[in-house]
Nanobody
Framework: QLQLVESGGGLVQPGGSLRLSCAAS?????????????LGWFRQAPGKEREGVAC??????NYADSVKGRFTISRDNAKNTLYLQMNSLKPEDTGVYYC???????????????????WGQGTQVTVSS
């Protein structure tokens, strides 16, 4: 079971930037790297469904249309850390952001909750003047 812990959330003004980090642990003995896992970021605004923001299989990435060109997902496998760089933030980007992982060795880019096997605890991002 993979354990994920997000950090980096906070309050930012519209047009500002924020970088979220996700530290992974709890790997199977002998396979201590996130390189085996497809990873993603989700967000959930009050009263709305959890939606996929970006995902990374390690070979390719995908983004929701609402964030394309503004957000960038990346990973540092040596540090077992996933990142989400968020630029040109808008009020509608406000929500709880979750780090997520699909099963190891899967080729599915996790952009839907049903594809996720591990979730982080979430970190609040608020975009407001």
């Amino acid at each position: 079971q993979l354990q994920l812990v997000e950090s980096g959330g906070g309050l930012v003004q519209p047009g500002g930037s924020l970088r979220l980090s996700c530290a992974a642990s709890g790997f199977t003995l002998g396979y201590s790297t996130i390189g085996w896992f497809p990873l993603g970021w989700f967000r959930q605004a009050p009263g709305k469904e959890r939606e996929g923001v970006a995902c990374d299989t390690g070979r390719s990435t995908n983004y929701a249309d609402s964030v394309k060109g503004r957000f960038t997902i990346s990973r540092d496998n040596a540090k077992n850390t996933l990142y989400l760089q968020m630029n040109s933030l808008k009020p509608e980007d406000t929500g709880v952001y979750y780090c997520a992982a699909a099963p190891a060795f899967s080729t599915i880019c996790p952009m839907t909750p049903s594809s996720v096997s591990s979730w982080g605890q979430g970190t609040q991002v608020t975009v407001s003047s």
